[in-house]
């Protein structure tokens, strides 16, 4: 007895195969930046006040 060899897969299980590669795509997104947000990059604890108003008057 041979099997059967069926070599187009149905539509059906073609777009669920696609919707769940989507999902899984979003949730390692959302993921990726929930846990980007909780690292703490460095940034300047110092507020730089320039002075430019000499700058205006030469102009």
């Not at 980007?36 to 110092?46: D, G, Q, T």
């Amino acid at each position: 007895m041979q099997l059967k060899y069926n070599r187009s897969p149905s539509i059906g299980s073609t777009i669920l195969k696609t919707l769940i590669k989507l999902f899984f795509a979003i949730i390692i997104f959302v993921l990726a930046i929930f846990l980007i947000e909780k690292i703490k990059f460095p940034s300047p604890e110092k507020k730089f006040n320039i002075d430019i108003t000499n700058d205006i008057k030469k102009l």
